[in-house]
């Protein structure tokens, strides 16, 4: 079959499974489910795996991480890794669809907490299942191997839990297989239907932070007889603010603490108090000096209140790095999808992915697919249409994604699994 042939047969599957990937999605929109608990979720993947007649389909990879591998019918040695990220967040749903989450997890750490998926990895999910059977339909035309790589705990594991992309490499999940390139996709908050990318740095670098000041429990109206923590919690956080001016401009990098955690009541000063946050460097390099950075103050704080700060930096994530090479060897796959002019730059993020643990292993490459009511001004800045949903970025309790453009994730999927099998999307050295 001519390649062009190939290609048109791509887009007319992909549309004839378009209705079953928008159930798909909204399925797993309604019943949502954390980091590490994504049972029900793969059991999904697993038997529509399984229902397609893969060479094979790993389950329970790192807790409930499920790959399937589809061998093609004509020789090759390439192995293309097409990954989707399969849990939710700790974020109330309030996007306004008929199929928004109610679902409350009152056993998670840290919970009960409302559950959603505010970052579009059902999305991700329901795209990767629906390139899945198209692949498998043309599966003799094929000359390699494809990976399905459905991971889970994207967002983090519980603390005290081993989870996301570098454990189930760990447990094998490439085992014997070894790709010759990965890919990834993610739903972004830019025009309906466009991919963007950036050369360089998609996401950013990443860590996790814990700071424990501890004191000297007191009656609160005693303070003078105890060591109160909590004036040190305040002079963190004001100097935590100040980082990025420490650091060079042009090299963005942020510190952000997201919840503390405190041990008392109104009337008790606490033994302890727990902030945890998170370090986001554009530049991978600069990780260490900001952690020596949040180290000195939080020591420095702690004793100037007269107490002791422990601080330890957890679950680091490494940039995910789009290489020149990879962008130009795999731009006309994109552009034959959705157009030249739908082909567009980003300034990249400073979110992490994990993903970064495929990309950076073995090649690839990892975009954005525009999903929601966006238009992009004269300096490429992202706005909202006249009369849209808006703008609403992902993590965000109002975060959508247009249904009618997974179709168009579905596309791109096959598009480059099989441009690169057939050594078109191959970087030039």
Same mark, same amino acid.
């Given at each position: ?53 893969? !060479? ?30 399969? !849990? ?212 420095n704080s702690a004793q100037a209140f007269g107490c002791t700060a ?17 962008? !130009? ?6 552009q034959r999808v959705v157009g030249a002019d739908m082909v567009l ?56 994604? !247009? ?27």
């Amino acid at each position: 079959m001519a390649e062009s042939t190939v290609h048109d047969a791509f887009d007319r599957a992909a549309a004839a499974v378009a209705d079953q990937v928008i159930a798909w999605r909204q399925h797993l929109h309604q019943h949502p489910e954390l980091s590490n608990r994504e049972e029900k979720t793969a059991e999904l993947i697993a038997n529509h795996l399984h229902s397609l007649k893969l !060479d094979e389909v790993r389950t329970g990879i790192a807790g409930h991480g499920v790959v399937g591998v589809l061998r093609g019918g004509r020789p090759g040695d390439r192995v293309i890794a097409l990954r989707a990220d399969i !849990d939710a967040l700790p974020v109330p749903d309030e996007c306004g669809e008929p199929f928004a989450s109610q679902a409350v997890d009152e056993r998670y750490p840290g919970g009960p907490f409302s559950v959603s998926h505010a970052c579009g990895h059902d999305c991700h999910t329901a795209m990767l299942m629906g390139a899945a059977s198209v692949l498998a339909d043309v599966r003799e035309n094929l000359p390699g191997t494809v990976l399905f790589i459905f991971q889970p705990a994207e967002e983090g594991p519980p603390i005290d839990e081993k989870g996301g992309a570098r454990e189930m490499l760990e447990q094998g999940a490439c085992d014997d297989l070894n790709p010759t390139m990965a890919f990834g996709m993610h739903v972004f908050p830019y025009p309906k239907g466009s991919i963007s990318l950036r050369v360089g740095n998609q996401c950013s670098a990443s860590c996790l932070v814990k700071i424990v000041l501890n004191g000297e429990q007191v009656h609160g109206s005693m303070p003078w007889m105890g060591i109160d923590t909590m004036p040190a919690v305040g002079a963190i956080l004001t100097g935590i603010g100040q980082i990025y001016r420490q650091t060079n401009a042009y090299d963005p990098i942020t510190v952000s603490i997201g919840h503390i955690e405190d041990v008392g009541r109104f009337n008790i000063v606490g033994q302890t108090t727990t902030l945890w946050g998170t370090i986001r460097c554009a530049i991978e390099s600069d990780m260490a000096d900001v952690q020596g950075r949040v180290q000195r103050l939080a020591a420095n704080s702690a004793q100037a209140f007269g107490c002791t700060a422990d601080v330890e930096f957890l679950q680091g994530v490494p940039a995910v790095h789009n290489s020149q090479a990879w962008v !130009d060897a795999a731009t006309p796959s994109f552009q034959r999808v959705v157009g030249a002019d739908m082909v567009l730059p980003n300034s990249g993020t400073l979110a992490y992915d994990d993903v970064s643990e495929f990309v950076n292993r073995y090649g690839g490459l990892y975009v954005m697919l525009g999903v929601q009511d966006i238009e992009l001004d004269a300096d490429n800045n992202p706005r909202p249409v006249d009369g849209g949903r808006g703008l609403h970025m992902n993590h965000n309790p109002h975060f959508y994604a !247009d249904d009618n453009t997974l179709v168009t994730g579905v596309r791109v999927h096959c598009h480059v699994a099989y441009d690169h099998l057939v050594g078109d999307l191959l970087p030039r050295t």
